[in-house]
């Protein structure tokens, strides 16, 4: 029998009308509705998509939003000083800076991105990359959880699928998905969401020996590489959960990390691409810029 498709839009649809709910309590006990600033430098076509997105969906959440676009010949000082500005200003309760920054023109100096991110304030970074946040999800005290991998504990909690005790297999080890993705799972005390938590975890990456024999060891498998398809249904376990982050853009097509045909028939669950980790995200960093305000307000 073919997996169950984990539909990653609908529990996104039900975790931002979630969201808006709350933002309508937050303004009705007197607040300013929560407001998101986002930055994007140059012109990306898929990075404008992106923000695009993200700022449709804070309109329907009652969350205001606005966006910088700043030239791809921006210099470090001009966007660390833009940060400041936004760091420095009230009205604005998270700020995203959207990645990749593009690569430096001619002999201008480059964007160091670490650099950049460091620069949001810890109380504003929605996005849970600053060192502060980083820290406080590795000590079991998380302030913001980064969007990604939050959406998939979410996504895993909804569908009713227990992580406690279960193998999970992350493939790919990077700041912003597979490594906390892996920290999140192997929480002890479920601070990153209702029954998350407790899993056995095993990180994978490109020096992993053996992967095929690791995978096949999993209880739920999280590919996050960035490789079309390479997950492959041999490399699978009748009846695990596989949860596929990948976006990959081959010729027309998007497709994931995992080969989906050959998983469905092995899985007992499977994330689709389109529709399953990717709206996760945009919901996640809702509910991040929510929860930015409110610690804002309460300060
Ligand atoms: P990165 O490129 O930052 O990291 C990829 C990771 O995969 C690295 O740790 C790398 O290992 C590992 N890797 C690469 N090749 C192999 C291999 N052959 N075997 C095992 N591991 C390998 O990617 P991201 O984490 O940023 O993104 C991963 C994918 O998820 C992309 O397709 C991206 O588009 C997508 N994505 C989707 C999101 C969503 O909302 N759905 C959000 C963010 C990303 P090493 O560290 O050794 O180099």
Redesign the pocket.
């Known amino acids: 029998m073919p997996a169950t498709r984990l539909d990653g839009k609908k529990i996104a649809l039900e975790i931002r009308a979630e969201v808006a709910q709350a933002v309508e309590q937050f303004v009705a006990a007197g607040n300013a509705a929560p407001k998101l600033a986002a930055i994007l430098v140059g012109d990306d076509p898929a990075s404008q998509v992106y923000v695009r997105n993200k700022e449709r969906a804070c309109e329907k959440a009652g969350i205001s939003s606005q966006l910088d676009r700043l030239p791809a010949s921006t210099t470090p000082a001009e966007l660390l000083q833009r940060i400041d500005e936004l760091n420095g200003d009230p009205s604005v309760n998270g700020i995203l800076v959207q990645l990749p920054l593009p690569q430096p023109i001619g002999d201008a100096p480059p964007l160091d991105e670490r650099a950049v991110l460091d620069a949001v304030d810890p109380l504003k970074d929605v996005d849970a990359f600053s060192p502060i946040n980083v820290g406080l999800l590795m000590q079991g005290r998380p302030r913001f959880l980064p969007c ?1 991998p939050h959406g998939i504990v979410q996504m895993l909690h909804r569908c009713n699928i227990q992580t406690s005790g279960q193998h999970v297999v992350v ?4 700041e ?3 490594k906390p993705m892996a920290m999140m799972l192997a929480q002890k005390d479920g601070s990153c969401g209702p029954e998350t938590a407790n899993a056995t975890v095993t990180l ?5 020996k053996n ?1 095929k024999e690791i995978c096949l060891t999993a209880d739920i498998l999280i590919a ?4 079309p398809e ?1 997950i492959r249904g041999e490399m699978i376990r009748p009846g695990a959960v596989v949860v596929d ?4 853009r081959v010729g027309d097509r998007l497709v994931g ?1 995992v080969h989906f045909d050959e998983a469905e028939q092995v899985a007992s669950a499977i994330t689709p691409v389109p529709g399953g ?2 709206p996760l ?1 945009i919901a996640m960093l809702l509910h991040n810029t929510l929860l930015a305000a409110k610690l804002q307000s309460a300060k």
């Open positions: 990604t493939v790919g080890r990077s912003i998905v597979g994978a990456h490109s020096r992993t992967l996050a590489v960035g490789r390479m982050v990948g976006i990959n990390d980790v990717g995200t």
